[in-house]
């Protein structure tokens, strides 16, 4: 699949490629265009999207390209978020002074340095395991951090901790909903391009082929597991960074945040956008998140519309969202 | 820590641990014979409870209640099988997740307009509601010993069936290789079908197990699913009786974890620390046991092969 | 009129995804016979006989084209269990023994008469034809030897009571020694009038139980003849089966 | 299907803000309630929903002359959703109140949403400390009660009757350890025991340890909190664990309307006899708890919750606000000074507020009893703590 699309991409600009660039675009400019005509409300739904679409085009890298079913990336995510409370708990109310801080750039560092360091720790570990044991030995990581977080009683436990001052940065305000929504649309772009260099680099060739062939990539003499555990790294400590983006947006954070119900819905937004398409995470989120919007205005059992809608994506929507668009773009390339 | 509380939580344990089996059986059942990730199988739990829970109403009898619930279970399983379930087993294990996410989204919604989100009690019989002494100053109430009797009867009566019968036979074969057994001539959509039902019925008799001591309520598979999943990751996937001892072991941890783990952590720190301590690692400690294993034993305690 | 051979193959063909496996197969199989498919390893023998029983789908791949008749049943792209139920039955390549079962249980678990015979298959009439599996009874699939899982495997499908049966290069990786009993208890099938469909690499062997041969290369039949014929025309030999 | 997706992208981009805008209607009082109303704390949502619809149809749905336009919102049970529900009130429907929060992590989670714009928050249960103490805001009033204060009141009727040592049960979340925290800050005696256990998504429904341990600690009573479903699942394990005679249970939040009923059913005599604390009984003797009371059952055939109860007195309390300002919705300085004279018939009979805005109020011991027909319900017994006020008032610095 990643064979075609790479061949695909000498020639002139397929439609998948179109489809995209109009869909970054008008997230640069819808939103925007809403909060100016009075619905703040819509622009916070779109920053929400963006933030989790970043997410989950980090859990994209292990899950479409490496073929890694991680089913605790939302452990980052909380990692990411309390990286940003518990500085300016302590900022606020003393204590831990080693961290207490607004600098934005420490919250920054810190979240992606504790993510990278537990995708490193429980990669290492996770990886001795393969298939549907991967799949749980990473929930039971995202699980222990759940509960580890659940019994930081200090920065509120169960009850979650609220971040009272937004992370602090020279020239801008994160308070301003406009200037956090540009930088996390601008984060977005930032870790489409990454995703696309290591997936165009040897490195992402060789991730990519241990997915469809590991038995052939040793019998090569590579190492397959050292990739895999740094795609998990890189990874991780993108989805700590898209939790520093959601703690200063949604100025509270609780463990409910790194349940493995999250997880899934990441892994959901992965899926339903076509695993292993650049943008096909972007496509996920926005539906999930859109649909879910919409429903709940509907009806306050919208989990009903939504599970079946979910249930027949799966059978009639093979590929998700990005492999309709592929089948619809091989379709217009035959003679 | 007297012997006789430590006997009595010994038994408490066991009977978590069986209820554990008896989902995780059913799981065993779909996932290492079919290969297909059931997330919904803790839907067919709460089915289960809220169908004898409606039975007891009507009928008045718990006893006869739940005698019908299981086979009413079975039949939910095997509509919700050959309507969603038959179509994916071509599929790989993420759309298995992410279909049966979705199903456990629409039961329960269905549960809760069908029932109300309030949950249902269940109505014992006095009997069933008292306490037995079976040793000297060890008291249990009836309901659990009754817990303990059933899920060890399915679990031999499991036992049997797939050990000693030509469907147990064909379990056992079509786990190992699907097509070999369709080309000799057996069915195996239905025969699927069957032991998808069988998985059923046993999540629905834990369910209806556990409703008189915690009631039907929406929603109440999704917390032990996951805890069903790690019982068979442990044990080995697709291994009965990795399946049965895991259980049995999360069981036993799990109620011990909450006894003693307090007392054991003053013994080392400040009682404030270990009161905060306690819970937490408690409530981890699971995860972190299945951790432990899979990091030592990838393949779990018992992998299929040893079965 | 020409008699309707009980397996009727006409212009067969099959794909594994979008590579081609088979262009154009065609043979027959009349009621008692037993007939060969030969040729070099990767020339559709296997993907024929997978055809036939309708476990294409369930290997990754696909009969996208003729016929496959089983007395006078158009049984193209059925069910793998419908086409055995109608007293087909499949010796496998490489044995493919329920390693998680007894011998016993491997014998008993798929075993049916669906076309009411009269001389019923049962396991002792099994154990007479093959003895060594008579003291492996409560052994596990996988600790037999190859010999013997060979033997347990034509059980099996000889449990099911069929009228055709197909066997897949049954000695292939075998002794001698075992490969003659093997051979023997063909014998022993044929004369009992089963008919047998079978692919096999030793010429030698077949030559004296099969009546009749096709010479399969590159997914289609390019020599049929009996063995008599087969024996004079020493260039199909050459030619096609690399002897 | 190429020119559907463009369509439908373009459409849902274009679209969105039609369907979506606000109606500004500048002649309506606005009030958003956010409760949960699915899930399974639903039943404690739906009882809120039921008190709120009987406030407005009690007042003819008008305040200050303003017809009153209500919003049920759904938590989920979830405080980031419960937060996000808030945000579309206030951002998008322009409520001038939100009302309601059974739970204390959603109330922490929305709080802020709510108050940065300027708007009233009315809790209707929760009360966590901290929005009594050092987070309390001057647009914030309760209707109900700080978490301490109930279990306070339990120590207080425990030492009255003679206990001399107590067993101690309650999930392991903030609440939870408030109510614990409550309960041995007047309890005097003993506690020989402690049990907090797991709470939340897969809470811990099935007490056989701990109830053991209870049982083997021999203490002369047992204290539990367990709000929702864990509480009638509590008392059903008590009764089968026969400690009805050995250990006398004494619980907060635990034993309501809700519950009773399910008890009743399921044949739990246990819980009979059994005391609790609290602000509010259905039984409390004053008109407006009679009426209250009355109509909610003869509207809904049950006795109603003090979940309830501090719902129905939610929608008073805006109502003496924007009456007091003549439906002035800009006058925020007149409608606060009304609140805080919690001038209304409250149906827990007078209160006064505090400097935090929480009710100075008193508790009362509570039994459990069967009624004249049978229902089972609670009876109030005596005050116990009389117009108490929580602690954290001294950290609020309004």
Redesign the interface.
């Known amino acids: 699949m990643s064979e075609t699309k790479l061949k695909n991409n000498s020639k002139p600009r397929p439609l998948s490629f179109w489809i995209n660039a109009i869909l970054l675009l008008l997230l640069a400019v819808v939103p925007p265009i809403l909060f100016i005509t009075g619905q703040p409300f819509w622009l916070d739904v779109f920053t929400r999207l963006v933030i989790l679409a970043l997410a989950a085009t980090a859990l994209n890298l292990v899950l479409g390209y490496g073929g890694l079913v991680s089913f605790g990336h939302a452990a980052y995510l909380g990692l990411g978020a309390y990286a940003v409370g518990i500085p300016t708990y302590h900022a606020l109310y003393g204590g831990m002074d080693a961290i207490a801080s607004f600098n934005g750039f420490l919250h920054l560092g810190l979240a992606v340095l504790v993510s990278a360091l537990f995708a490193l720790l429980t990669g290492a570990i996770s990886l001795r395991t393969r298939g549907v044991n991967f799949i749980m030995i990473t929930m039971a990581f995202g699980q222990m951090i759940f509960y580890a977080i659940v019994a930081l009683e200090n920065y509120g436990g169960d009850d979650g901790l609220t971040i009272d001052v937004r992370s602090e940065f020279p020239l801008i305000s994160l308070d301003n909903p406009l200037t956090l929504y540009g930088l996390c649309y601008l984060s977005l772009l930032m870790a489409l391009f990454i995703v696309y260099k290591i997936t165009r680099s040897r490195f992402g060739l060789t991730l990519q082929g241990a997915r469809s062939n590991e038995e052939r990539m040793r019998s090569l003499g590579v190492n397959c597991y050292r990739y895999q555990l740094v795609a998990i790294v890189i990874s991780g400590a993108i989805c700590g960074y898209a939790g520093f983006l959601l703690g200063n947006f949604s100025t509270f954070i609780s463990p409910e945040m790194m349940d493995w119900t999250r997880s899934g819905e990441l892994m959901f937004m992965v899926i339903l956008g076509g695993a292993a398409f650049l943008c096909g995470p972007i496509f996920g989120a926005a539906a999930f998140i859109l649909l879910e919007e919409v429903l709940r205005d509907v009806t306050i059992h919208w989990h009903l519309p939504f599970g079946l809608l979910l249930i027949l994506s799966v059978l009639f929507f093979r590929g998700g969202l990005s492999g309709a668009l592929d089948r619809l773009r091989s379709q217009g390339d035959k003679p | 820590m007297e012997a006789s509380l430590l006997l009595i939580q010994l038994l408490n344990g066991l009977q978590l641990g069986i209820l554990l089996f008896l989902l995780s059986a059913g799981l065993t059942l779909t996932f290492g014979i079919m290969d297909f990730v059931n997330l919904a199988h803790g839907s067919l739990y709460m089915l289960g409870a809220f169908i004898c829970a409606s039975l007891t109403q009507l009928t008045g009898s718990f006893a006869l209640a739940a005698l019908l619930a299981v086979p009413l279970t079975a039949l939910c399983g095997l509509l919700i099988e050959m309507v969603v379930i038959r179509q994916l087993y071509s599929r790989n294990h993420l759309d298995h997740v992410l279909a049966t996410f979705g199903l456990i989204l629409c039961l329960d919604t269905i549960a809760e307009i069908v029932w109300s989100p309030a949950g249902i009690a269940i109505a014992l019989p006095d009997i069933l509601n008292g306490q037995l002494e079976v040793l000297p100053g060890v008291v249990v109430p009836v309901f659990r010993l009754l817990i303990i009797a059933v899920g060890l009867l399915a679990a031999a009566g499991l036992y049997l069936l797939v050990n000693h019968t030509k469907l147990g036979m064909l379990i056992r074969a079509g786990a190992s290789n699907r097509t070999m057994v369709g080309a000799l001539g057996v069915d195996i959509k239905t025969l699927f079908s069957g032991v998808f039902a069988i998985g059923a019925a046993l999540a629905g008799l834990a369910g209806l197990l556990v409703a008189p001591i915690a009631e039907a309520s929406i929603g109440m598979g999704n917390e032990i699913i996951i805890t069903a999943f790690v019982v068979i990751i442990i044990g080995g996937i697709g291994s009965m009786k990795g399946a049965f001892i895991a259980a049995l072991l999360i069981g036993l941890i799990d109620t011990l974890g909450r006894s003693y783990l307090d007392d054991i952590f003053k013994l080392i720190m400040s009682n404030e620390a270990a009161e905060t301590a306690a819970p937490a690692i408690s409530a981890m400690l699971i995860y972190l046991m299945m951790a432990v294993i899979l990091a030592i034993r990838p393949q779990g305690l018992f992998p299929a092969s040893s079965r | 009129m020409v008699k309707q051979a009980m397996l009727n193959i006409t212009e067969l063909t099959a794909h594994y995804g979008s590579s081609q496996a088979l262009f154009g197969m065609s043979l027959q199989l009349n009621e008692g016979e037993v007939v060969t498919l030969l040729g070099r390893n990767g020339m559709g023998k296997t993907t024929t006989l997978h055809s036939i029983m309708g476990i294409m789908p369930s290997i990754g791949g696909k009969v996208t084209g003729g016929s496959i008749a089983y007395k006078n049943n158009n049984v193209t792209g059925n069910a793998a269990y419908k086409i055995a139920r109608l007293g087909l039955a499949l010796v496998p390549e490489g044995r493919q023994i329920f390693p998680n079962l007894t011998v016993r249980e491997n014998l008993i678990a798929t075993a049916a008469n669906r076309q009411k015979h009269k001389q019923v298959w049962s396991e002792e009439r099994v154990l007479s034809l093959f003895p060594p599996l008579a003291e492996r009874l409560s052994s596990m699939g996988n600790l037999l030897s190859g010999g013997e899982q060979q033997m347990l495997a034509i059980g099996r499908a000889l449990m099911t009571n069929p009228d055709l049966l197909i066997l897949d290069d049954a000695t292939e990786g075998l002794a001698p020694l075992v490969r003659n009993e093997i051979w023997q208890s063909i014998a022993q099938l044929k004369q009992q009038g089963l008919s047998i469909l079978l692919v096999d690499k030793n010429l030698k062997d077949i030559m004296s139980i099969a009546d009749r041969h096709y010479v399969v290369e590159k997914g289609t039949v390019v020599w049929s003849g009996n063995s008599q014929k087969l024996e004079h025309e020493t260039w199909v030999r050459d030619k096609y089966l690399g002897v | 299907?190429?020119k559907l997706?463009?369509n439908a992208?373009i459409s849902?981009?274009i679209l969105?803000?039609a369907i979506?805008?606000?109606v500004s209607a500048a002649d309506e009082v606005k009030i958003g309630f956010v409760t949960t109303?699915?899930?399974?704390?639903?039943?404690i949502g739906?009882d809120q929903e039921k008190a709120v619809n009987l406030a407005l149809k009690h007042i003819d749905n008008t305040m200050g002359g303003k017809q009153v336009n209500l919003i049920m919102a759904?938590d989920g049970f979830?405080?980031?959703v419960g937060?996000?529900a808030t945000?579309?009130l206030v951002?998008?429907d322009d409520v001038d109140f939100v009302a309601g929060y059974i739970w204390?992590?959603v109330l922490?989670?929305?709080?802020?949403s709510v108050l940065d714009a300027g708007k009233f928050l009315i809790t209707a249960n929760a009360g966590?400390s901290p929005v009594a103490g050092k987070l309390c805001h001057e647009n914030f009033f309760s209707t109900s009660w700080q978490n301490d204060q109930t279990p306070m009141a339990m120590g207080e009727t425990l030492n009255q009757k003679g206990v001399k040592s107590l067993y101690v049960m309650a999930p392991?979340?903030?609440?939870g350890?408030d109510m614990v925290a409550g309960v041995e800050r007047t309890f005097k005696g003993e506690i020989v025991g402690?049990?907090?256990?797991?709470?939340?998504?897969?809470?811990?429904?099935?007490f056989?340890?701990?109830l053991?341990?209870a049982?083997?600690s021999g203490a002369e009573g047992i204290f539990v909190f367990y709000p929702g479903?864990a509480g009638?699942?509590f008392i059903?394990?008590y009764?089968?664990?026969?400690l009805r005679d050995i250990l006398p249970l004494y619980t907060v939040f635990t034993v309501d309307s809700?519950s009773l009923p399910?008890?009743q059913?399921?044949?739990?005599e246990g819980v009979l006899g059994s005391v609790s604390t609290q602000h509010w009984g259905p039984d409390l003797d004053n008109a407006a708890n009679k009426k209250f009371v009355d109509d909610f059952r003869k509207d809904y055939g049950s006795y109603p919750s003090f979940y309830a109860a501090q719902a129905y007195d939610s929608i008073l309390l805006i109502k003496s606000a924007v009456d007091a300002v003549n439906g002035d919705l800009s006058d925020k300085d007149g409608m606060r000074a009304a609140m805080e004279k919690a001038s209304f018939a409250s149906v827990r009979g007078e209160f006064t507020y505090g400097n935090n805005h929480m009710p100075i109020q008193d508790f009362y011991s509570r039994t459990v009893v069967a009624d004249e027909d049978g229902n089972w319900t609670t009876h109030i017994d005596k005050v116990v703590l009389d117009d108490h006020q929580d602690v954290y008032a001294a950290d609020c610095k309004l």
């Open positions: 299907m190429k997706l463009s992208l849902a981009a969105t803000p979506f805008s606000p109303l699915t899930t399974g704390g639903a039943s739906q759904d979830k405080p980031e937060k996000q945000d579309k951002k998008q204390s992590h922490l989670a929305s709080r802020k966590p392991n979340y903030a609440a350890k402690k049990d907090m256990t797991k709470w939340g998504k897969d809470a811990q429904l099935d056989s340890a701990e053991a341990k049982k083997a479903k009638p699942a059903k394990q009764q089968q664990a026969g809700l399910k008890l059913a399921g044949g739990m």
